[in-house]
C-alpha cells in the first residue's frame, strides 16, 4: 500500500456536486476512521471549466490528474453548453480526452439487481426474482469508435459514409486477461460476446480470447453472438458472470444491463489502464432535469467510491463494507426518489448521511 494515495476529484456539472458531497462522507470515514492514506484535491470540470476556465478540460485539471492515483468523477454537461460545437461540449472535450489521455483501455459496469429493489426493474418478476449480478467487461479505446478510415462522401447523386472495426491482438489480449482475471473474484464464468460469423475482427476477437482462456483453466468461458446475448441477458440475466466485449458491443450491452437493474442512479462505473490507474464515475449523466432540487440518488456515487478502493487501491474488504452498508440501507428502506415505490423518500444528503452512519457503525 502506498504511503499516500492521491485521488483528483472532479464534481463537474449538474448534479455532479451533490453528489460528490456525498461521496466526500465517505471518503473521509476512509481517511478519518479506517485510516487509509488518502489525499484529495479537486480539479474544475467540463461545463463548469469551460464557464471559469475557457476549456472543458483545463491544463491544471489534467496536470492534476497525472499526479494524482485515481480520478472520481462525477458527470458533466448540461443544457447551457449546447450550442458549443460538438468538438468543444463539456462530453467531447472532457471526458474523451480523459481517457485518451490516460489510455484507460477497460470499462467496468457492474449492474446487480439487488434484491430490495426488485420493483424497479422492467423484467417479469418470474425473472427478477433469482435476482443477477453482471459485470460489464468493455473495451474502450479501439474498435469500430476509433477504427480509420471512416469518414462521409457525397459524389454526384450519391452520399455515403464508413467507419472500420480494427482489433489489434494487443487490445484484445489485454482486456481479456482483467475479464479472466475478475472472473476470479466472482462465480468464475466469463462470457465473451462477438459477432464471429460475419465480422473479421470478431473472429479474431473469439481466438484471442479463447487461447488467453487456456490461462485460467479455474474459469469456465463461453460465447455468445452479439444478437443472442441481447436476448439472453433479458430472458435469463442470473445465468450471466462477466460479459466481456468489443467497444461497440459493450456499449449497447451495458446499457441493457442498466436498464434491466432498475435506476441509472444506483451504478457506478471504473475505466482502467494497463498500468491500473483508473477513472471512476456514475453510469448516468449531470441529470439536469433534477438538478439543484437535492433528489439525486448518490448511490452511483458513493459504489464509484467503493470500485476506487477495489480496484485502485485492492482493499477488497474494505469495498465489500461500503458495498454492505448501501445494502444495509436499502434492506432498511432508505430510499431516494428514483427508487422509490412511495412517495416517502430521503434527500441526497440524508442518503448520504444513512450510508456514511452504516459503514462507521458497520452496519
Ligand atoms: P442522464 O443520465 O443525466 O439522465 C437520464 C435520466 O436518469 C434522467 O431522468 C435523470 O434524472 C436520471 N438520473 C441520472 N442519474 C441519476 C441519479 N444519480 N439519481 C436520480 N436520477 C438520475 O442522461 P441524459 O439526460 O441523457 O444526459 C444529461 C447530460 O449528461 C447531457 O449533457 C449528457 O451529455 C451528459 N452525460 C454525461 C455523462 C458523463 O459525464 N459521464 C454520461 C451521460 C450523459
Ligand atoms: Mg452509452
Not at 14 to 35: C, H, Q, S, T, W
Not at 89 to 111: D, G, I, Q, S, T
Not at 119 to 138: A, E, M, Q
Not at 147 to 154: A, E, F, L, N, Q
Request: glycine fraction near 8%; charge should be neutral; hydrophobic fraction near 40%.
Amino acid at each position: 500500500m502506498k504511503q499516500k494515495y492521491r485521488i483528483a476529484i472532479l464534481p463537474g456539472d449538474g448534479i455532479g456536486p451533490e453528489v460528490m458531497r456525498e461521496a466526500y462522507k465517505i471518503l473521509n470515514i476512509l481517511k478519518n476512521d479506517f485510516l487509509l492514506p488518502l489525499e484529495f484535491q479537486e480539479f474544475n470540470i467540463g461545463g463548469i471549466a469551460i464557464d471559469n476556465e475557457g476549456l472543458a478540460l483545463p491544463k491544471k485539471t489534467l496536470l492534476g490528474c497525472e499526479n494524482a492515483d485515481a480520478i472520481l468523477f462525477g458527470s458533466v454537461g448540461g443544457k447551457k453548453w449546447d450550442t458549443l460545437p460538438i468538438d468543444q461540449r463539456p462530453e467531447r472535450a472532457a471526458l474523451l480526452p480523459l481517457r485518451k489521455h490516460f489510455n484507460l483501455f477497460a470499462n467496468l459496469r457492474p449492474a446487480k439487481l439487488y434484491s430490495e429493489l426488485e420493483y424497479l426493474s422492467p423484467l417479469c418478476s418470474k425473472i427478477t426474482k433469482n435476482g443477477f449480478d453482471i459485470l460489464c467487461v468493455r473495451e474502450l479505446t479501439g474498435g469500430v469508435y476509433f477504427g480509420h478510415p471512416h469518414g462521409r462522401v457525397k459524389k454526384d447523386d450519391i452520399e455515403y459514409a464508413f467507419d472500420t472495426e480494427v482489433y489489434y491482438d494487443y487490445e484484445i489480449n489485454r482486456i481479456a486477461h482483467l475479464a479472466f482475471q475478475l472472473a476470479r473474484n466472482r462465480k468464475n464464468k466469463v462470457c465473451s460476446i462477438d459477432k464471429s460469423n460475419v465480422l473479421n475482427s470478431s473472429l479474431l476477437w473469439k481466438e484471442i480470447v479463447e487461447k488467453v482462456s487456456n490461462s485460467y483453466s479455474d474459469v469456465r468461458l463461453s460465447h455468445l453472438y452479439i444478437d443472442n446475448a441481447t436476448m439472453q441477458i433479458i430472458k435469463n440475466p442470473n445465468q450471466f458472470d462477466v460479459l466481456l466485449c468489443s467497444n461497440l458491443f459493450g456499449d449497447i450491452i451495458s446499457d441493457e444491463c442498466a436498464a434491466i437493474s432498475g435506476s441509472i442512479g444506483m451504478l457506478p462505473s471504473a475505466s482502467l489502464n494497463e498500468n491500473n490507474f483508473g477513472l471512476y464515475e456514475p453510469a448516468g449523466g449531470s441529470a439536469p432535469d433534477i438538478e439543484g432540487k437535492n433528489i439525486a440518488n448518490p448511490i452511483a456515487q458513493i459504489l464509484s467510491v467503493s470500485m476506487l478502493v477495489r480496484y485502485g487501491m485492492h482493499l477488497t474488504k474494505i469495498a465489500d463494507q461500503i458495498d454492505k452498508s448501501v445494502i444495509s440501507v436499502l434492506k432498511r428502506g432508505y430510499r431516494t426518489a428514483d427508487i422509490s415505490n412511495n412517495n416517502n423518500y430521503l434527500k441526497t444528503h440524508e442518503m448520504g448521511d444513512v450510508i456514511a452512519d452504516a459503514l462507521i457503525n458497520g452496519k
